[in-house]
Structures are given as structure tokens and as C-alpha cells.
């Protein structure tokens, strides 16, 4: 099954970017990566994916590497409400199969 | 438009009876797929339906079943309960449209 490395945990400071990496060296050329993002007792949301370029939405941006063996995901201004558990996730999008590999993801701390 | 639903919210059952869950997808989605998440293993993937038919199956064991009906709302079973089932259970919905999944808030099962 697909797997990610993430930090444990980071903290960041309101208003400052925050910077989340991902290591996902087993990625396949056809698999996309997927960032969610939990908050305590909630769904996970979904927040941006990518395949090569790098993205950006209301929330995010995507960096990812040339070689696609990692990924940063970029929140540009952190608030306190973006304190949540974040996700890195790599999936083939072909078919939309549902079948995602969580991993324990980054617990993000948001400090005033 | 409305969210992934899924009901009960919260459900508490005694060992050795069986549950029934249910999750109404977004309007359209055809793909369902369901989770556990305990903080011992975080979030698992149980199954995914897709137009009536199973088309992924995670790692557990036969005790855990599901269904989807042609409306695409889906139900997912726990016969013989035991107290390790105890968790958050999340269906996720998804289209052809859409890449990501959406999760709905989830059905918190107790069992005692």
C-alpha cells in the first residue's frame, strides 16, 4: 500500500506560513497527491491535489518536487482555526478509487 | 448542496449485538467508501461501493459488511460487536467530476 512520511507534529505562528512537508518516495507516475486535513472529531476535508505542477486554491498551495518524491503543502497565512491534523496522501486518480492510505499525518499548531 | 450525511452521530451498543450505519453521498456522487479511525491505528479503510458493486475491500475481517443502493446511499454493518470496534466511522463520498473525496461528519460508535 501507498505510504507517506510526514513530521510528527509543527507548530506556527499566526499570520506566518506554514510550511508542511511530505516524503512519498514510492509514488507511482500515474498517482496523484492529496492533502486533507482533520479537525478534532470531524471528516477529513479535503484541501488541494496534484500530480506534477505545482497548484494552488483558496486555501493552498502545493509544491512538488521534479522528481515527485516529496511535496511541501503552503498555507500562506496561518489563523488558529487551521490548528488540525494535515494529511499527505499519493493515490491513483484513475477510476476515482476511494481506497486512500492514511498515514498518522502532521499534527499543526497554530500559536497566537 | 448538501454534504456527505451519515446517522446515527452517535451510537452505543453492547458487545455481541450488530449495528447498522447509513451515509447519503452528495447528490450524484456514485462512489462510497467507508472508514474507521481509532487512535490506535488512526484512519482504516473498511470498503468502497461504487454503483451497487464493492469494488475495494480493506483489511478486515468478515464481521464488517456493506451495501449501496441504486440511490447510491450506502449502509455499512458490524455484526457480533466487540469493544475494539468502538471508533468514528466516516463514509466518503466522490465523482467523476471531483478528484477528491468528501467525508461526512461521521457516526461515533461506542461499544460497551
Known amino acids: 500500500d501507498a505510504k507517506t512520511t510526514q513530521p510528527t507534529s509543527m507548530d506556527c505562528a499566526e499570520g506566518r506560513a506554514a510550511n508542511l512537508p511530505c516524503n512519498h518516495s514510492?509514488?507511482?507516475?500515474?498517482?496523484?497527491v492529496y492533502w486533507y486535513r482533520q479537525i478534532h472529531s470531524q471528516g477529513p476535508q479535503y484541501i488541494i491535489h496534484?500530480?506534477?505542477n505545482n497548484e494552488t486554491n483558496e486555501m493552498a498551495s502545493l509544491i512538488i518536487t521534479e522528481d515527485r518524491k516529496s511535496s511541501t503543502l503552503i498555507l500562506p497565512h496561518a489563523t488558529l482555526r487551521d490548528t488540525a491534523v494535515y494529511y499527505c496522501i499519493h493515490n491513483p486518480n484513475s477510476g476515482n478509487t476511494g481506497k486512500l492510505i492514511f498515514g498518522q499525518g502532521t499534527t499543526l499548531q497554530v500559536k497566537p | 448542496k448538501a454534504g456527505v450525511t451519515q446517522t446515527p452521530r452517535y451510537l452505543i451498543k453492547t458487545r455481541g449485538q450488530q449495528v447498522t450505519l447509513s451515509c447519503s453521498p452528495i447528490s450524484g456522487h456514485r462512489s462510497v467508501s467507508w472508514y474507521q479511525q481509532t487512535p490506535g491505528q488512526g484512519l482504516q479503510f473498511l470498503f468502497e461501493y461504487f454503483s451497487e458493486t464493492q469494488r475495494n475491500k480493506g483489511n478486515f475481517p468478515g464481521r464488517f459488511s456493506g451495501r449501496q443502493f441504486s440511490n447510491s446511499r450506502s449502509e455499512m454493518n458490524v455484526s457480533t460487536l466487540e469493544l475494539g470496534d468502538s471508533a468514528l466511522y466516516l463514509c466518503?463520498?466522490?465523482?467523476?467530476?471531483?478528484?477528491?473525496?468528501?467525508f461526512g461528519s461521521g457516526t461515533r460508535l461506542t461499544v460497551v
Open positions: 496534484g500530480l506534477k
Open positions: 466518503a463520498s466522490s465523482s467523476r467530476e471531483f478528484s477528491g473525496y468528501t
Open positions: 514510492t509514488i507511482s507516475g500515474n498517482e496523484y
